[in-house]
């Protein structure tokens, strides 16, 4: 047992083979008579040389540091649109900083055709509450941006 593999043999020539990549998938077919001496080392090189080798190789997720920044600068927007709205002088407000952001995970939308969207599950911390959030994020020259949220306000007790 080991990455990529299922317990035990299979009948399917990559039947535990996670991922497609050629190259993994020949690894495994030129292995297959000996799937129970094989290392978990050669797997590991296996797959290792498979994933430059498949031409896939995706721009990576939103951090939880990109996320944060994000998170700002709806905030700063929000702000700003809501400050627009009133007359000068008439309106204030602030921005209430993230603590922390939780339970980070991020994948490709279903629709999507570019590599620079992501939708991102997350529990933003705040000092008075918590935020459940479902994000789709566009990556903008060199930051990430939230082009669309559902949220879920919890107070902390």
């Not at 094989?38 to 430059?52: G, K, M, Y």
């Not at 031409?55 to 920044?69: M, Q």
């Not at 933003?124 to 509450?129: C, E, L, T």
């Amino acid at each position: 047992m080991g990455v990529g593999l299922s317990a035990g043999d299979t009948d399917k020539p990559n039947g535990g083979l996670l991922g497609g990549a050629e190259v993994a998938k020949s690894c495994w077919l030129a292995h297959s008579g000996r799937v129970k001496t094989r290392t978990i080392l050669s797997l590991f090189l296996c797959l290792a040389v498979a994933a430059p080798a498949s031409g896939k190789i995706k721009a990576p997720w939103p951090s939880k540091a990109d996320i944060v920044a994000a998170l700002e600068a709806q905030a700063e927007m929000e702000l700003t649109s809501f400050l627009n709205e009133h007359p000068p002088g008439t309106a204030a407000g602030h921005i209430i900083p993230v603590r922390r952001v939780s339970d980070l995970v991020c994948k490709a939308p279903d629709e999507a055709a570019s590599e620079n969207v992501a939708v991102c599950h997350f529990v933003a911390h705040y000092w008075s509450r918590v935020v459940y959030h479902i994000a789709t994020l566009t990556k903008v020259e060199a930051a990430w941006r939230i082009i669309g949220d559902k949220t879920v306000d919890r107070q902390v007790k």
